[in-house]
């Protein structure tokens, strides 16, 4: 018993140059020459990072997805340093709790209600029984462009609308921990981002689009959080045909 402790001890061991750079991605401010060999070590340590045929990378911590691009030099910048720490702190790893807790430890018999637009995400975790608990996802807009997402060459573009950064949608579906959702937004067609995630579920996670029940345009303008919820619950007793 003794040597199979010390084993399990061993393997959980982090070496000295993995907790500098886990120390680097939590500081503040971000610094500008963590290097991407170093994250990549740390994350393969802390759990998988697979690359795949178009240069980005599948990671996977503690039962926790998320897609990530490759950066273009030798060192992260600003904003990659930013979703990496987002990432580690959902997948419950910070400094203090270098392995956090795998997400096996969470029941995961909610149901969930997305209430989504071209802004950003508010993921509801419902227990029909219960009260909701929301989690709230942001597009990376480091411009500043607080009406869009961010948009590749944004300055380049003649007033034209280009086409939008979906790893705005990637991190939503590394958020998707249900059994059953229902996508619910504003507008029609392309204008409506539902229809924009349902599609890249449909494509990049097909085992998360399985899961969706039912899908719906809401009037956010003229409903309240509380209606919402409430037709996303009733979409969740009376799960209809996705519109796709």
């Known amino acids: 018993m003794t040597e199979k402790r010390d084993s399990t001890e061993a393997e959980r061991h982090m070496a000295v140059d993995d907790r500098r750079t886990l120390d680097a991605i939590?500081?503040?401010?971000?610094?500008?020459?963590?290097?991407?060999?170093?994250?990549?070590?740390?994350?393969?340590?802390?759990?998988?990072?697979?690359?795949?045929t178009d240069g980005k990378y599948s990671l996977m911590i503690n039962g926790h997805h998320l897609i990530f691009h490759k950066p273009h030099?030798?060192?992260?910048?600003?904003?990659?340093?930013?979703?990496?720490?987002h990432y580690f702190a959902s997948s419950g790893i910070s400094p203090d709790n270098p392995y956090g807790t795998?997400?096996?430890a969470?029941?995961?018999?909610?149901?969930i209600i997305v209430l989504i637009d071209h802004h950003g995400a508010k993921l509801y975790q419902i227990h029909l029984s219960s009260n909701q608990q929301a989690e709230t996802v942001t597009p990376y807009d480091p411009h500043h462009f607080l009406h869009h997402l961010h948009h590749r060459d944004e300055t380049s573009e003649q007033g034209q609308r280009p086409a939008e950064d979906l790893t705005f949608y990637d991190r939503i579906a590394a958020a998707l921990h249900g059994d059953r959702i229902v996508l619910l937004s504003h507008g029609?067609?392309?204008?409506?981002a539902s229809n924009v995630l349902a599609e890249r579920l449909k494509k990049q996670h097909s085992s998360i689009y399985a899961k969706i029940v039912g899908q719906a345009e809401v009037n956010t303008s003229a409903m309240t959080e509380a209606e919402i919820l409430a037709y996303g619950r009733q979409a969740l007793v009376a799960p209809a045909q996705r519109p796709l």
Do not use: I, Y
């Open 26 to 52: 939590f500081h503040h401010p971000a610094p500008h020459n963590l290097g991407w060999m170093d994250v990549l070590r740390l994350l393969r340590h802390l759990g998988s990072a697979d690359e795949r």
């Open 73 to 85: 030099g030798k060192h992260l910048d600003a904003s990659e340093v930013a979703d990496l720490r």
């Open 102 to 104: 795998p997400a096996t």
């Open 106 to 111: 969470t029941p995961s018999s909610a149901d």
């Open 188 to 192: 029609t067609g392309s204008s409506n």
